[in-house]
């Protein structure tokens, strides 16, 4: 979460599902209370506001236009991309420039030791 960055659309909106925020929003809410809470523990944050919250809502709004993935892999793989892409247009992303057209890249699976990432 504290990562989050306007340049990385397609890694938020992965984020953003594994971390269940479509399905429980309200675990995702509270998800981001304790980031703002971490947030403010360091240094002279004390009462700050957390900088990544409205980047993160403005990834989820944005997202929740689009379907769920549902069946096949390929509508899995479509919905991620579909998300990304809503994400990329909602950041004003320069990384994709055609955002919410067919020349947005696929997000692709990685596989780091036991894990796999998608």
């Known amino acids: 979460m504290h990562r989050t960055s306007e ?10 599902e ?14 981001m ?10 240094g002279e944050r004390a009462g700050a ?10 990834a989820f709004k944005a997202c929740r236009g689009v379907e769920a993935p549902t069946g096949a892999a390929e509508a899995a793989e479509a919905a991620r991309t579909a998300r990304a892409a809503a994400i990329a247009k909602a950041f004003g992303s320069q990384r994709w420039p055609g955002a919410g057209s067919s020349n947005i890249p696929r997000l692709r699976t990685i596989t780091v030791g036991l894990f796999q990432l998608k």
């Open 49 to 58: 506001a957390y900088p990544k919250a409205k980047l993160l809502e403005a």
């Open 7 to 16: 340049a990385r659309a397609g890694p938020v909106a992965l984020m953003l």
């Open 33 to 42: 209370e304790v980031c703002a809470c971490d947030y403010c523990v360091y």
């Open 18 to 31: 594994r971390l269940g925020a479509f399905d429980a929003p309200d675990s995702s809410a509270l998800l």
